[in-house]
């Protein structure tokens, strides 16, 4: 699934529907959003009845095109694992050697 905006008018922000379908969320217990705008705090993401995970965030437009973001999934044991969304705006590489997700906050 893309991720979902919502341009607001009265301010500006745009609200983003990030979601993990449930075939990526695979065996996650829980979920998390790491995004750049957070400032790389985990925002916790709500698992929905057909086991994807969902959460939506209000994105500033006025400083910044992109914000880069990665999900994190826990398992039962609570072992972390990292993904990106398959279907972001785009990938950006890190000094770690591994890429994030970027979503676009322009019209």
């Not at 500006?12 to 969320?25: N, R, S």
């Not at 925002?43 to 992109?66: A, I, M």
């Not at 826990?74 to 990106?84: K, M, P, Q, S």
Request: net charge negative; proline share 7%.
């Amino acid at each position: 699934m893309p991720l979902k905006k919502q341009f607001l008018k009265s301010r500006p922000v745009v609200k983003v529907t990030f979601e993990i379908p449930a075939e990526a969320a695979k065996e996650a217990s829980s979920a998390y959003l790491l995004c750049e705008a957070q400032g790389w705090q985990k925002e916790p993401l709500k698992r929905l009845k057909n086991g994807s995970f969902k959460t939506v965030l209000e994105l500033p437009t006025d400083q910044q095109d992109d914000f880069e973001f990665r999900y994190c999934l826990l398992d039962e044991a609570g072992n972390e694992h990292y993904d990106n969304d398959w279907q972001a705006d785009g990938y950006r590489p890190t000094p770690l050697g591994v890429e994030n997700s970027v979503v676009s906050v322009r019209c």
